[in-house]
Every structure is written in C-alpha cells, then in structure tokens.
C-alpha cells in the first residue's frame, strides 16, 4: 500500500540552531502534503498546507519564517524548524494525498523534535 | 469552530472483551467523520468514515455511527484483540479535504 516516509524519527537539537524534516511519499506522487503538530496529550493541529512548485500555505497562527516549507517535487516535502527554542519541542507528523482521485491521506510515522 | 472531544486513556482491555471509545464533536454544517488508527511505530492509517448522518462505518470488526442528534461518532468492536493495541484518533473534516479536526487520541492497550 501506499507509504509516506518521515525523517528522522526523532531528533535533539540545540536552542539557536535548525532543523530539517523529510517526508517522502514513497510510491505515489502528491502535489500536496500537510505538516501538522501535536503537543503531548493535545490534537494534531495543521500548521501547513505544502504544494509542489509553490509557496505553503500556513495556518493562522503558525510563524511561516519559523516553520520553513519546501516543496520540490512530486515525491518530498520538508519542514525546515529555524533557530529552534525549547517551546518547539513536538511531535511533528506530515501526512500526504496520493493525486489520484478518491485517495485517503497517507500520514507519517513523526518526528519527536527535543530543543535542549 | 470544529472541535472534537475524545474520550481521554489510555483505556486497558482483556483480551476478547467490548470496546467504546467515545467521541463528540462541534462543527458547522454537515462534516465527515473519521476514525483514525496509529499502530506502534507506524504512521496514522485511516480505519474508517461516515460521511452523512446515521450512516455507520465499519472495518475490522470495528464500528461507528454518525449520530447527529448527539453529534458523536463512538467506536466500538465486540470482541478486541492484543493487535488491536493501537492509538486512536476521532476527526471530523471534509471529505477529500485535508483539514482534519482531531481529537486527542485514545492509546488502547489489549492483555492477553
């Protein structure tokens, strides 16, 4: 079946510095994928809508110099978390749409980001 | 705005026993209603949806009914298993839209 796959699984980075997260759609091509995030013991909450070729499209709220969102192609998008802070410790999970009509979204694993 | 409140866990079951898993939601206009499921070391898979009321969804013995008059959507399944081990998400949005409202997520634990 269809398969998103997010990377890395988990990461510890320090205040001030970036960090990268992949997800690949592996054996489907998705002209749109989702960036969410969930705090423990709270919802996934969408932070951002990510379209191939073009700029993302962010939720109210969600800083779109902080979160920085590539979309290059058909099979990868990444979340790029700048001069991290503790406060953006979370679990980060993308989810993506196979382009074909009538597909489900496929979600990632998650990234567990720890901001020392 | 949509919300959705999700019974809180994590919820510990025998083996082969009846499982509820309660959800309710707030949202304008008709939404679709999903339950997602979250397998250890796996990504959210979606287990089943109801797009209008009274309609019940259903898959791997798992069951749930859009109820309007109650806005909820619970889930349930008459006998689980230890596979069934799993975090469960209720989310209410629009079909074949990818903004999603999420509940909090239910961990389920299954004893042998």
């Known amino acids: 079946g269809a398969v998103v796959s997010q990377h890395p699984s988990w990461v510890i980075c320090k205040s001030g510095t970036s960090v990268k997260i992949e997800c690949r759609s592996l054996?489907?091509?998705?002209?749109?994928m989702f960036w969410y995030r969930q705090f423990p013991k709270q919802s996934l909450m969408l932070m951002a809508t990510s379209n191939e070729g073009s700029k993302a499209t962010y939720e109210q709220g969600v800083e779109k110099d902080k979160f920085l969102i590539n979309h290059a192609s058909l099979t990868l998008s990444t979340l790029t978390v700048t001069s991290a802070h503790p406060e953006d410790s979370s679990f980060y999970i993308c989810?993506?749409?196979?382009?074909?009509?009538?597909?489900?979204?496929?979600f990632g694993n998650g990234t567990r980001l720890t901001v020392t | 705005g949509n919300s959705v409140t999700q019974m809180e866990g994590p919820v510990t079951l025998s083996e082969e026993a009846f499982l509820t898993i309660n959800c309710t939601y707030t949202?304008?206009?008709?939404?679709?209603l999903f339950w997602y499921v979250q397998y250890p070391g796996e990504g959210l898979q979606l287990l089943l949806k109801a797009t209008k009321a009274d309609d019940k969804g259903s898959n791997k013995g798992f069951e749930a009914t859009y109820r309007k008059e109650t806005t909820s959507f619970h889930l349930e399944k008459g006998s689980v298993q230890v596979s069934d081990s799993a975090v469960y998400f209720c989310?209410?949005?629009?079909?074949?839209?990818?903004?999603?409202?999420f509940g909090t997520g239910t961990r389920l634990t299954i004893i042998p």
């Open positions: 989810s993506a749409r196979d382009q074909r009509e009538n597909s489900p979204l496929h």
């Open positions: 989310a209410l949005g629009r079909f074949g839209n990818e903004k999603l409202t």
């Open positions: 054996d489907f091509q998705a002209t749109t």
């Open positions: 949202a304008t206009g008709y939404p679709s």
